[in-house]
């Protein structure tokens, strides 16, 4: 089992839908969650961070966290052309062999068509 | 403000070589990350740096090394080169253990 799974894209939205991204992680001792956005090419890019179960909203996007369910999404709301990119989710666990290091998933690739 | 920068932005080298690869933190950061990002494989941990001392280190060989001067920057070092080696290497830094990850742009090496 990988350490952290995205779901299978690619993932085709029309502009203005809300393009939903999943994600899973199998060490119950991570604490911070991580989406980052990743242009062709380009450097890894912030996005949102989660800590807490629940929601966490910052304009268009929402983050979504369920501890128990090991489980974290990412809602993008009237989705965009411009929000088109591969979106990588990331994991960053407390302690032991994992202290300090992301480990990401598979990145998921979002196509948001006209 | 200035963001984590990273030089060279493209590196080619040959089989066998090595490669030395730079990065400057946010002015402020303390850590620095290194990642591998080979295609179709992820992005991969490879080194933490906090406050001079490798804190942990991912599931590379012993060539790839590297170290962080009193300033915060650091560097990776990669000997003896694979073809498998090819690359983009990221740099990210964060304030303190653990925080929020920065990246730069990354250096792309390639290994003829």
């Known amino acids: 089992q990988k350490e952290v799974e995205q779901n299978s894209g690619p993932l085709s939205v029309p502009e203005g839908a809300i393009a939903s991204l999943n994600c899973t992680y199998s060490?119950?001792?991570?604490?911070?969650f991580f989406w980052y956005r990743q242009y062709s090419g380009k450097s890894p890019e912030l996005i949102m961070s989660i800590y807490s179960n629940g929601d966490k909203e910052d304009g268009r996007f929402t983050a979504q966290l369920n501890k128990a369910s090991q489980y974290v999404s990412l809602l993008i709301r009237d989705s965009q052309p411009s929000d088109s990119a591969t979106y990588l989710c990331a994991v960053n666990s407390a302690g032991g062999t994992s202290y300090g290091k992301l480990t990401f998933g598979q990145g998921t690739i979002l196509t948001v068509h006209p | 403000e200035a963001g984590v920068t990273q030089s060279p932005t493209h590196l080619i080298k040959t089989r066998g070589q090595q490669a030395t690869l730079r990065c400057s933190p946010i002015?402020?950061?303390?850590?620095v990350y290194w990642y591998q990002q080979a295609l179709g494989l992820g992005l991969q941990f490879l080194l933490w740096y906090d406050e001079g001392e490798e804190r942990n280190r991912g599931n590379f060989p012993p060539r790839f090394s590297g170290r962080q001067f009193p300033n915060y920057s650091s560097e990776l070092n990669v000997n003896a080169l694979e073809l498998e080696d090819s690359a983009l290497y990221l740099c990210a830094s964060s304030p303190s253990s653990g925080g929020i990850q920065y990246f730069g742009a990354g250096t792309r090496l390639s290994v003829l």
């Open positions: 002015s402020g950061h303390t850590s």
């Open positions: 060490d119950r001792g991570s604490q911070s």
